[in-house]
Nanobody, 123 residues
Framework: QVQLVESGGGLVQAGGSLRLSCAAS????????MGWFRQAPGKEREFVSA????????YYADSVKGRFTISRDNAKNTVYLQMNSLKPEDTAVYYC???WGGGFYSPDSYDQWGQGTPVTVAS
């Protein structure tokens, strides 16, 4: 069992930046690919980004490509999401999750989820 705890969310003006962190507990936490999803009010949870266990491969939703960067520090069992040039449509609760198999873009491919951290981008 891996526990995931997100942090770093908050209120930011459009065009600003935030860095989200996802701290994973458990000695095997660094062995897994990880993903970030987000869910806005009244909308389904959507894929944002994913990273393989080594950090060698990253994946992004088209809506965030070029603005967000995912990274990880396996020594710290932590995954990061650097979010730049934020837009009001990025407002959502952001979740990190542990990938277990299947396609990176589907929430069904992830078996452990954090509690989420809210991000609000003001126009």
């Amino acid at each position: 069992q891996v526990q995931l705890v997100e942090s770093g969310g908050g209120l930011v003006q459009a065009g600003g930046s935030l860095r989200l962190s996802c701290a994973a507990s458990g000695r095997t936490a660094s062995s897994y690919a990880m993903g970030w999803f987000r869910q806005a009010p009244g909308k389904e949870r959507e894929f944002v980004s994913a990273i393989t266990w080594s950090g060698g491969n990253t994946y992004y939703a088209d809506s965030v490509k070029g603005r967000f960067t995912i990274s990880r520090d396996n020594a710290k069992n932590t995954v990061y999401l650097q979010m730049n040039s934020l837009k009001p449509e990025d407002t959502a609760v952001y979740y990190c999750a542990r990938f277990w198999g299947g396609g990176f873009y589907s929430p069904d491919s992830y078996d452990q989820w954090g509690q989420g951290t809210p991000v609000t981008v003001a126009s």
